[in-house]
Nanobody, 115 residues
């Protein structure tokens, strides 16, 4: 059973920080590239950041320099450190394993950034 569980979302003021966590199934964590995506209701998901199995990262231009994706292979957990948050970062954030087309998804965690 593939299981991805996000946590760490919440309400934060503009300029604040949050750290999201994604606990993954041990059977798949070491195999798949991990990623964070976000979605506003009524709109399509968009890439936030990805990290492959050897630590190579990729970021959306909108979050580069503010967000950091990481993974702890011993804990089967991926993280998204979110700094200098802006209201436009408000979305449901989803953990992904293996890519957005054929991969697996967590249930999502809400991030709300107030002005």
């Amino acid at each position: 059973q593939v299981q991805l569980v996000e946590s760490g979302g919440g309400l934060v003021q503009s300029g604040g920080s949050l750290r999201l966590s994604c606990s993954a199934s041990a059977s798949i964590f070491s195999i798949y590239r991990m990623g964070w995506y976000r979605q506003v209701p009524g709109k399509q998901r968009e890439l936030v950041a990805t990290i492959n199995t050897v630590g190579k990262t990729n970021y959306a231009d909108s979050v580069k320099g503010r967000f950091t994706i990481s993974r702890d292979n011993a804990k089967n957990t991926a993280y998204l450190q979110m700094n200098s948050l802006k209201p436009e970062d408000t979305a449901v954030y989803y953990c992904n394993a293996g890519g957005e087309i054929v991969g697996y998804w967590g249930q999502g965690t809400q991030v709300t950034v107030s002005s």
